[in-house]
């Protein structure tokens, strides 16, 4: 997911902004065919890593299922996510310990990461679709989210934003599991890579 993400912005900032120039005929050059390939290529990744994290929250444990849902008709989660957002501004002393995602941070990835990534595979794909032309798998199954935004280029703008929201996200998030793993004493970052959490008295 962080390569593909790398890739994608680095890629999508140039397809949104080429190049000024290139030296010598059209025809020789190909930069930015190779940038929308990497781009295509990233988003193909993307999408499968998705569809495969749907798959684990569905046949997977609680946890498991905790990016794609959120109990936002159950006021103690609230409660919760509010006392998180105290800890994450330096008001309150540490809370209590979660095995998963703490309240805020479920939150956080269901919107930050889940649906703004649904989104972006989306509108993303009906782009790529529009450049396949009609009769193409990506504009059978994603033609009909253009008409929806009223135009193609208001659907490249959101997707534009899109990305600058998911490197948002990324910041945050990134700074929030460093501070977590030393201020909270618990693993975050090596739970990433290993699968185990562990907790430090």
Known sequence: NALAIVVLA??????????????????????????????????????????????????GNHHARELVSVPITQ????????????WYSFLIP???RYVGHNPLARLAMFFGFFVLSLFMVTTGFALYGEGAQAGSWAARTFGW???????????????????????IFVIVHVYASIREDIMGRQSIVSTMVSGWRTFKD
């Open 145 to 167: 989210v253009i008409p929806l935004f009223g135009q193609s280029q208001d659907v490249h703008t959101w997707h534009h934003l899109g990305m600058w929201s998911i490197l």
């Open 10 to 59: 680095v890629t999508g900032y140039f397809i949104g902004s080429p190049l000024p120039s290139m030296p010598g005929e059209a025809s020789a050059n190909y930069l930015m065919g190779y940038i929308r390939f990497a781009h295509f290529a990233a988003g193909y990744v993307f999408a499968v890593g998705l569809a495969g994290r749907v798959y684990w929250a569905i046949v």
């Open 94 to 96: 540490q809370p209590s």
């Open 75 to 86: 006021k103690a989660y609230w409660r919760e996510v509010v006392t998180m957002l105290k």
